[in-house]
T-cell receptor
Framework: GEDVEQSLFLSVREGDSSVINCTYTDSSSTYLYWYKQEPGAGLQLLTY?????DMKQDQRLTVLLNKKDKHLSLRIADTQTGDSAIYFC???????????????FGKGTKLSVKP | DSGVTQTPKHLITATGQRVTLRCSPR?????VYWYQQSLDQGLQFLIHYYNGEERAKGNILERFSAQQFPDLHSELNLSSLELGDSALYFC????????????FGQGTRLTVV
């Protein structure tokens, strides 16, 4: 079945780059997403990538997609203490196209940024 | 602020009871999605409504039901509650059916005692 895997924890120093990795199983996923969840808050969509792209850059965020290996990564440049949060990888489910109607989420990676 | 409003923020109830969670989507959004976030299951898609009609169903128990009203707000009804139903319930909304972006509310934290 569909599954999304992420490592649970990542710790970096302020100013360093963070790389959060994710693997997924559904090769028919049209879009892949990264969400951020801060303590006590809802999910914030950070960025997404269409499955026919290899890379997408948005300010400090870079998403890399290796479709052959079904591997997605999120790189945060110049990581700040305010980036401390849980980051979720998600793939669009099989119901229809790129709709977010059925997102399959990973368990989330807790990023801790040390000053 | 995502523009999606969920009420109540917190809910504590006893096993066997029934509760209703409410979601007001962003202005202009026709789609509403419900998700459950628990420690053991993670984030799971429950159900999707578009303009009042059910469009997709995920891992939603038979004890749970939802609807979307003509004014586009949505309610998630949870009945015969069990301890394992304790979780954070999120609502998200998007403009149409096949959108790449959905916006999440702050969630309702349900505790069943």
């Amino acid at each position: 079945g569909e599954d999304v895997e992420q490592s649970l924890f990542l710790s970096v120093r302020e100013g360093d780059s963070s790389v959060i990795n994710c693997t997924y199983t559904d090769s028919s996923s049209t879009y892949l997403y990264w969400y951020k969840q801060e303590p006590g808050a809802g999910l914030q969509l950070l960025t997404y990538i269409f499955s026919n792209m290899d890379m997408k850059q948005d300010q400090r965020l870079t998403v890399l997609l290796n479709k052959k290996d079904k591997h997605l990564s999120l790189r945060i440049a110049d990581t700040q203490t305010g980036d401390s949060a849980i980051y979720f990888c998600a793939e669009s489910g099989g119901n229809y196209g790129g709709s977010q109607g059925n997102l399959i989420f990973g368990k989330g990676t807790k990023l801790s940024v040390k000053p | 602020d995502s523009g999606v409003t969920q009420t109540p923020k917190h809910l504590i109830t006893a096993t066997g009871q029934r509760v209703t969670l409410r979601c007001s989507p962003r202005s202009g959004d026709l789609s509403v999605y419900w998700y459950q976030q628990s420690l053991d299951q993670g984030l799971q898609f429950l159900i999707h409504y578009y303009n009042g009609e059910e469009r997709a169903k995920g891992n939603i128990l038979e004890r749970f039901s939802a609807q979307q009203f003509p004014d586009l707000h949505s309610e998630l009804n949870l009945s015969s509650l069990e301890l394992g139903d304790s979780a954070l319930y999120f609502c998200a909304s998007s403009q149409g059916v096949m959108n790449t972006e959905a916006f999440f509310g702050q969630g309702t934290r349900l505790t069943v005692v």
